[in-house]
């Protein structure tokens, strides 16, 4: 996949990951549309980058999804690439008193839901580009739940899952879209604040790793420790499970 001159959207582009992809995107001279819910921060990074607009947008809600694929359709019909990165963790423990049906409602809607209608909704617009590309960002915690995060892995394993379908479906409609998976390690962003380990590594270095991916079209992208995560799971459920948990405490 070509990573220059290309016009992509970015969600979660306000901070972490997705502001770093925003920032690289830029300066490899696409277009970017950045999206996330807090607006202020959001045209505050987008000024300071070229080509990049904001679009404010709170995936969790169907009606401002839909939104945003009308004003995407009207606005950038050169759309080629869309990199669904946005996402929430809540950190709890399992059958621990917490609502973990409130919770997983909450990280399923934002992790997986918004990313299903978003594919289904722009497939149309990528299909007529020449070249074009999805990418899901997705954790090592896709192979197995670390119980910091619980119900969170369950989306991002439900993810991973639908990514694998979704590349499926696409090549046996000959489709020109490649579907990448960005499976992220422990990064050091405001998501992963709550998490104690000295094992994170810097967003810069992981969206290097995926825009190196894109040119190469490896389309699952194993970064840092999820390589470790991947092998180790299958060989042995249990010891993968070990391992993950161990690493996140
Ligand atoms: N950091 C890690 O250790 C790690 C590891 C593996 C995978 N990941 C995944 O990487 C992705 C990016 O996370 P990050 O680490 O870069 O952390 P981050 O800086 O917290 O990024 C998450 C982004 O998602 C946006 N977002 C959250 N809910 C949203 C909603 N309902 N609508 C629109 N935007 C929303 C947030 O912006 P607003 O709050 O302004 O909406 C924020 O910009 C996530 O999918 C995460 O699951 C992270």
């Known amino acids: 996949m070509r990573t220059t001159n290309n016009t992509i959207l970015v969600t979660g582009g306000g901070t972490g990951m997705g502001l770093e992809a925003a920032k690289h ?36 809600n169907e009606d401002e999804l839909r939104n945003l694929v009308y004003i995407l359709k009207r606005d950038h019909s050169d759309l080629n690439m869309i990199f669904l990165n946005a996402g929430i963790a809540t950190n709890y423990g399992l ?31 990528l299909a007529d580009k020449p070249e074009s590309a999805m990418i899901l960002t997705t954790s090592g915690v896709a192979f197995v739940p670390d119980l910091l995060h619980p119900t969170y892995s369950a989306t991002k394993a439900a993810l991973h899952s639908y990514a694998l379908g979704l590349r499926l479906v696409l090549q046996k409609k000959e ?17 992963s604040k709550a998490v104690k380990s000295d094992l994170k590594m810097p967003a810069n270095q992981i969206i290097k790793e995926l825009i ?38």
């Open 25 to 60: 995107f830029s300066e490899l001279g696409n277009k970017v549309i950045i999206v996330a819910r807090n607006a202020e921060r959001l045209r505050e990074e987008a000024a300071k980058l070229a080509n990049t607009t904001a679009i404010p947008c709170d995936l969790s």
């Open 95 to 125: 059958l621990e008193g917490e609502n973990a049906y409130e919770i997983s409602k909450a990280e399923m809607i934002t992790n997986f839901h918004s990313a299903v209608l978003l594919t289904n909704e722009l497939e149309g617009l």
């Open 212 to 249: 190196a991916g894109l040119e190469k079209d490896d389309f699952e992208l194993h970064v840092g420790l999820t390589q470790q995560i991947a092998e180790l799971s299958r060989k042995s459920t249990q010891e993968a499970l070990k391992f993950i948990n161990s690493v996140t405490g």
């Open 175 to 191: 489709s020109t879209i490649k579907v990448f998976e960005l499976m992220a390690p422990l990064v050091d962003t405001p998501f």
